[in-house]
């Protein structure tokens, strides 16, 4: 089933509207059921460039996310089961365990759209010594952050647990990847090729501390938008009364 679909954020994106084929084929099948130990983002993206008219590598990360939450509802259950154990303690004093089902729906995760007449934020960033410009800060295209991430992967031989759990290495990457949000008036980013990575750390030195962070307000402000991963669902445990919760597990689970 082909589909036209106008992205959520069209103030954030590049595409801003797709042509997307809905049903996976038996070889999508295959890529997923082999997708352990993969990023799940690179495995939807190698599907999406078989399923989108456009350029896959143009979309930003929550688009990306938005439209494979859309091929996963159309070519598998829309609806699965959650089991959640009560934690709480029975008045015996006996810890409950009782194990509830909770049916579960994709299709109910939140999608948090850009306000209407949403403003793209701008920040003012140092690019020189003798040069400030006026940047918008824009989500990153899926070609520059798969670029990144195989820059620090292969090139500096950092581990995936290292760029998110290693101070030092986290923070690099996430102030390079802060860099390939910024877009100056004339619509041309500030990092285009892995060339560059290599040079980003010198911005730290000739921007100010409240730069950087209005450059991490911002980013944290536009990439906020898009499907959602923890919506909370709340419920009575039928045994014991106690009240839990849960979150809906969409994009931790994004290709299972």
Known sequence: MRKHIKLPGPELSQLKEVDIELDMSGRHYAQLACSQGQIAEDVALSIL??????????????????????????????????????????????????????????????LNRPPKNYKVPEIDFVIDDKTQKKFKVMPPTMDMESALLNWFVVEKGHTFDEIEND??????????????????????????????????????????????????????????????????????????????????????????
Do not use: W
């Not at 285009?192 to 991490?216: A, H, P, S, V, W």
């Open 167 to 256: 101070k030092e290495v986290s923070l690099e990457f996430t102030f390079i990847r802060g860099l390939l949000h910024l877009i100056d008036k004339e619509g041309n980013r500030l990092i285009t090729k892995t060339e560059q990575f290599e040079k980003c750390n010198g911005y730290f030195d000739i921007n100010k501390y409240q730069t950087i962070r209005n450059l991490y307000a911002a980013m944290n402000e536009v990439d906020g938008f898009g499907v959602q991963s923890d919506k909370s669902y709340e419920f009575t445990c039928k045994e014991c009364g106690g009240k839990l919760s849960f979150q809906l597990p969409l994009l931790n689970g994004l290709v299972d």
């Open 49 to 110: 460039k078989d399923l989108l008219e456009q350029d896959a590598n143009k979309l930003t990360i929550a688009e990306l996310r938005y439209l494979f939450m859309l091929v996963k509802i159309n070519a598998m259950d829309n609806s699965y089961i959650v089991k959640v154990k009560c934690t709480h303690t029975k008045k015996d004093g006996k810890p409950c365990n009782h194990v509830t089902e909770y049916k579960v729906n994709l299709s109910d995760a939140d």
